[in-house]
């Protein structure tokens, strides 16, 4: 196995800020990948949405940059911008040529300084969000049910409990008050990150850190206090939900609570959602969808939570005169037989083997290599597992699969979520008519219709 060896520099500035550098003089750019350690999960509860509400408003402008030009001076030069929120947080990054790194880091230092939080900008970018979520939500098929799913699974009120986007109302709620105290809050130096990837040294790297950054200061409003999602126990009882939307097939989704990321078990249960559906020889597409064809559709990924614990999901649509019955009994039987027997010799070190590929393909750009050293600095408390993490799932044994299956994936711990196909509703109709939000309440052992 090759050892990832990424030399790594870090220094924290005065106010706060952590700066970490990865020099790759040999790359044709600079990735400048700043990390805020505030997602949807530190949302207050009836202002679900902020997070990435304030991803948009971040591009409004400053004192010194006009709306709309922090995008237009990037791209100018031959670089690219973009940012995403999700539970934990939130991120803003530029990939530029190597003489157009102040510039970038000029940008970012100034949304932070000084961003233009004003009534005009709010009411803007609340009806961008608002339209966003009718796009992506609101008017297609299965649109709303990644935030059902997460509803079924956590508490009413926990961090984990709604998707980023938020709620309508939340939304329409927002004070330009409560989004200057959201940003005094979070949007400050000493909770953030800087990571510099590419053709830069260490040196100029905090140099440069320095020069733009260390004027900032931090308001005098207290830090956000994170929330502590605590430790969920293993579901009971099967709980069920069910939904009814106009769509093409029912929707099942089998989850699981499961340890958070970055834990060793963690590393065996990535391995498994590769035993399981990773390319066509995956154990359950090959079952499901190419030899018996009773799915349309099979995919198995975890969330990725880092606080408290995290979600390991199935999820897959029957095909027609097949059911849901069909998938989750041909699910259990393969979950089963990894948790009795392990995977094969030969599987196991075919699907390692694509991992170790994956892992040093999606690490050479440098915009992904940042954000990934980004990610084990916050999410996993060490940049340098940015090295390690590969090295600890290519030791994953056979006996460790069956453990973390028989531990984690048991059958009477799984939650099931199911969308079915409405039949007073055709499809024809469904790209067209808002899917109407309904809340999902979770009873053991009983199974609702909504």
């Excluded at 106009?246 to 078990?265: K, Q, Y």
Aim: charged share 20%; proline share 6%; aromatic share 6%.
């Amino acid at each position: 196995m090759l050892n990832i060896t990424y030399p790594l520099s870090e220094r924290t500035l005065d106010n706060g800020l952590r700066v970490i550098i990865n020099s790759d003089l040999s790359a044709p750019a600079v990735a400048v990948n700043l990390w805020y350690a505030v997602g949807s999960g530190d949302e207050q509860p009836t202002a679900s949405g902020f997070a990435h509400l304030f991803e948009h408003l971040m591009f409004s402008g400053t004192a010194q940059v006009a709306a709309g030009e922090h995008l237009a001076a990037i791209e100018a030069v031959g670089g690219q911008v973009n940012a995403t929120t999700n539970m934990d947080r939130t991120n803003y990054f530029e990939t530029v040529p190597p003489h157009a790194v102040e510039l970038a880091l000029w940008l970012e230092a100034e949304r932070m300084r000084s961003l233009a939080v004003t009534s005009s900008n709010l009411d803007t970018q609340r009806e961008v969000v608002k339209e966003e979520k009718r796009q992506r939500i609101d008017n297609v098929p299965y649109g709303d049910l990644f935030g059902l799913l997460l509803r079924h699974n956590f508490p009413t009120n926990h961090p984990y409990g709604h998707d980023t986007i938020g709620e309508m109302a939340d939304l329409d709620a927002a004070s330009i008050d409560m989004v200057r105290e959201f940003y005094e809050r979070w949007y400050r130096p000493d909770n953030a990150t800087l990571v510099l990837c590419g053709a830069i040294s260490a040196a100029d790297g905090f140099r440069l850190a320095d020069h733009y950054f260390a004027a900032v200061r931090n308001p005098a409003t207290p830090r956000g206090v994170r929330k502590n999602t605590g430790v969920l126990p293993p579901h009971e009882n099967v709980p069920h939900a069910t939904v009814e939307r106009a769509v093409p097939l029912p929707d099942l989704s089998l989850s699981w609570r499961v340890p958070p990321i970055g834990t060793p078990d963690d590393s065996v249960l990535d391995v498994i959602a590769a035993l399981l559906t990773a390319g066509q020889s995956g154990r359950l597409y090959r079952t499901l969808v190419r030899e018996h064809q009773v799915a349309d559709s099979i995919a198995t990924f975890g969330l990725g939570l880092a606080r408290g614990g995290s979600l390991f999901v199935i999820s897959g649509r029957p095909r027609p005169n097949h059911s849901t019955t069909e998938m989750t009994d041909m699910i259990l039987n393969q979950l089963n037989d990894l948790a009795t027997n392990g995977p094969r010799e030969n599987e196991l070190e075919r699907v390692l083997a694509n991992v170790e590929r994956v892992a040093f393909t999606s690490l050479a750009p440098v915009d992904e290599r940042a954000d990934a050293i980004n990610a084990a600095a916050l999410l996993l408390g060490d940049p340098a597992r940015v090295n390690s993490r590969l090295t600890e799932v290519m030791q994953v044994s056979a006996a460790d699969v069956s453990r973390v299956a028989a531990t984690w994936l048991a059958p009477e711990h799984r939650a099931v979520f199911m969308c079915l196909a409405t039949e007073a509703s055709p499809y024809a109709s469904a790209m067209l008519a808002p899917q109407v939000a309904t809340k999902v309440e979770t009873h053991p052992a009983q199974q609702e219709t909504i």
